[in-house]
């Protein structure tokens, strides 16, 4: 089993940046890592997913905007979240999933707040 914390959320206006990290208790080298954000009122949605090789896949609503990636070394993953709208406000959640019995661990969340 993994523990995640995310950091990195915070405030910030329309158009700028911000970069999410996840940080886990352990070796992340058998699970395929996710963001997934929920804001008020909404289901949570995945956001961006970064398999053990590296491969990606995005929210359309992010593509061009976001990336994630993944450090095994460090047991960490990021997201830089770049040209930010208020649509992005939420609280971003990071995900573990043990790819031999599709566990998924879960981190207590960062709010991100977009706004002017």
């Known amino acids: 089993q993994v523990q995640l914390v995310e950091s990195g959320g915070g405030l910030v206006q329309p158009g700028g940046s911000l970069r999410l990290s996840c940080a886990a208790s352990?070796?992340?080298?058998?699970?395929?890592m996710g963001w997934y954000r929920q804001a008020p009122g909404k289901q949570r949605e995945l956001v961006a997913v970064?398999?053990?090789?590296?491969?990606?896949n995005y929210a359309d609503s992010v593509k061009g905007r976001f990336t994630i990636s993944r450090d095994n070394a460090k047991n960490t993953v990021e997201l830089q979240m770049d040209s930010l709208k208020p649509d992005d406000t939420a609280v971003y959640y990071c995900?573990?999933?043990?790819?031999?019995?599709?566990?998924?661990?879960w981190g207590p969340g960062t709010q991100v707040t977009v706004s002017s």
């Open positions: 352990g070796s992340i080298s058998s699970y395929d």
């Open positions: 970064i398999t053990g090789f590296h491969s990606t």
């Open positions: 995900n573990a999933r043990r790819r031999w019995d599709g566990n998924n661990y």
